[in-house]
């Protein structure tokens, strides 16, 4: 494969209209195995989830595609590379970019309301779904942007420096840099800064459950309720992100779901049902799920944006279904952004957009029946 054009990182922020540090992106192509070597060796830092095999191969274990590695190649997803039989991370310590978020932005809704979150990503992914936005970052590879030089004590100095209460590992996926989360996520907890996972759900359970001893929430993209459309759009598979969220409910993590409703694609009434029923039955009605809005890009711009009647027919199928907490994303000012008690129908948060305009909730209840109200609240 023909190595792609290197970019230093303000080439890279300014191709993408971003003057600072944030990842406000739209991909390019899935990456094959390649002799591409890192470009700095010294970055270079041994997987965690990996088996090795004869002949200087390596197996992956980290997710559900179980890449078989040669010596000299990559997998496929373009951070790891094996080398002399030996599998190595290429973006530990490496963000391609970082920004403070409304932790709203993630969007978690039942996890400190109200407060920022400094989030960075690395380049890469394990998927290559037709609608990603952020596929400027999700779709390269480490040598071709200046990365910065950023450790996971560094990463909690600036996030305690920043005011921020959460580090939010996101923007592309995380799992492909999970050796890197888990370092920070250890790192911050010790210093009282919490962790949140913005994830596709494609891992495998053992460095999930590890994940989980050192995150404090994650948010699930259940990019669609039917195999053909994760075969067919997002080039993976929708049982074992299914599998995550079982693993997840079993691990007692706090966990909320977004679900991007792509017009024709993933929004049938028959869809939005069976979805409601497998949260129901496997995780319970208490999961938050955010309904969002598609628009188009990447390889999807001959899809309208989603009709708002869309999103509002799901909502109201899910709730029906018995769900609690459902909620309508990239519409701002819908009265579905906020949240309300599922037993009185009080207004416990109010917002528009990332903004909390009123949050009633009182130590995890509604002030008005004393309900309580599941969430990470303080």
Known sequence: MAEKKQINRREFLESCGILTGAAIISGATPFAASSLPAKDEKHRVEARWYEKQPHKKVKCKLCPRECVVDDRERGYCGVRENWNGVYYTLVHSRPCTYHIDPIEKKPLFHFLPGTIAYSLATVGCNVDCKFCQNWQISQIRPEQVDNLNLPPE??????RRAGAPTIAYTYTEPVIFSEYMLDTAAAGRKAGVKSVMISNGYIQAEPMTDLCQVLDAVKIDLKAITEKFY????????????DTLVLLR???MWTEIVYLVVPTLNDSDAEFRNLARWIRTNL???VPLHFSRFYPQYKLQNLPPTPVKTL??????????GLHYVYIGNVPGHRAESTYCPYCSEVLIRRR??????NRIVDGKCP??????PGIWH
């Open 312 to 321: 509002e027919r799901a909502h109201d199928i899910c709730q029906a279904e």
């Open 231 to 242: 075969r067919e759009v997002v080039a993976g598979e929708l049982k074992p992100v299914l």
């Open 250 to 252: 079993k691990l007692k």
């Open 353 to 358: 957009g990332y903004l909390i305009l009123e």
């Open 284 to 286: 319970g009605k208490d």
């Open 368 to 373: 008005n029946c004393q309900a309580t109200i």
């Open 154 to 159: 560094k990463v909690v100095r600036e996030a």
